[in-house]
């Protein structure tokens, strides 16, 4: 108990809230001050963000009773700064090929492979996502590639594509040239939920006719509403926040210039 109420008080954003909420008790506030204070409430609650990714998620269009020629997984899982480090360190003692570093946006292409072993899906088209930093370039997708044919997917069933590969424009704008403007197959789009509705924009924009999985999806909403740390202000929140706006902004950036 002792342990969870540490925790609890470490949190800097709610010790600033909770600041704030005193010097609003002692004295009157003006009305900028208050709505101030509430703007910054729920823009650092967990709930806001929770709230919005369920609105503007979209149902899958994943057929369980279809097979499809490709699987294209968006890029994301893999540490890109981990690998070059590694690889550049002098005292490195573990073989790179054998070990991997990634996230939780890796369920995309674990996924994949699992569609993939099933019979349900032919192959993976994964994008050429090239990081850069002052510890030496890595290619996400080769460390991905490997990854998947150390656990069950054959050689010719993995094609990386594109060149230097940043953001999901360039996936789909590398994939369509990719197929040559000859995109008439079944094709499965995997990517995290919060992503998706700005995904499946950009790669309709491109004239793929295509259909979708979400992974990292959350649990049902009501399930949410009755967790009590959600209304509870902290840098999750405020992280919910952000990568909420970075959906929203991206989506809406992408249709004033037309890429959706």
């Known amino acids: 108990m002792l342990q969870e109420l540490v925790k609890f008080f470490i949190n800097p954003v709610l010790q600033i809230f909770l600041v704030i909420m005193i010097f609003i008790f002692q004295k009157r506030p003006g009305k900028f001050f208050t709505g101030f204070v509430l703007y910054f409430y729920f823009v650092s609650i967990p709930l806001t963000g929770i709230v919005f990714h ?3 998620k ?4 994943f057929k369980e009773e279809k097979n499809y020629d490709y699987a294209v997984v968006l890029t994301g899982g893999v540490d890109p700064k981990w690998f070059p480090k590694e ?11 054998e070990s991997y570093i990634f996230n939780a946006q890796a369920e995309r292409f674990i996924k994949a492979i699992e569609l993939v072993k099933s019979g349900k899906v032919e192959k993976i088209f ?6 850069t930093s002052n510890k030496g370039t890595v290619n996400t997708a080769i460390i991905v590639e490997r990854f998947a044919i150390q656990n069950g997917v054959n050689e010719d069933q993995f094609i990386r594509y594109g060149e230097n590969i940043i953001n999901t424009r360039d996936e789909a704008k590398n994939l369509a040239r990719h197929f040559q403007n000859n995109s008439n197959k079944n094709i499965l789009l995997i990517t995290s939920e919060s992503h998706m509705r700005r995904a499946v924009a950009l790669f309709e924009k491109q004239e793929f006719q295509l259909e979708f999985y979400s992974v990292q999806k959350r649990i049902p909403l009501f399930r949410d509403l009755l967790i009590l740390k959600n209304y509870i202000p902290s840098i999750r ?7 909420s706006y970075y959906e929203l902004l991206g989506f809406l950036g992408y249709y004033f210039i037309g890429e959706i």
């Open 54 to 56: 369920h609105l503007w």
């Open 58 to 61: 979209l149902d899958d269009s």
């Open 87 to 97: 690889k550049g360190s002098k005292n490195v003692t573990i073989d790179l090929k």
């Open 126 to 131: 994964y994008g050429n996502y090239v990081r």
């Open 237 to 243: 929140g405020l992280r919910n926040t952000k990568n």
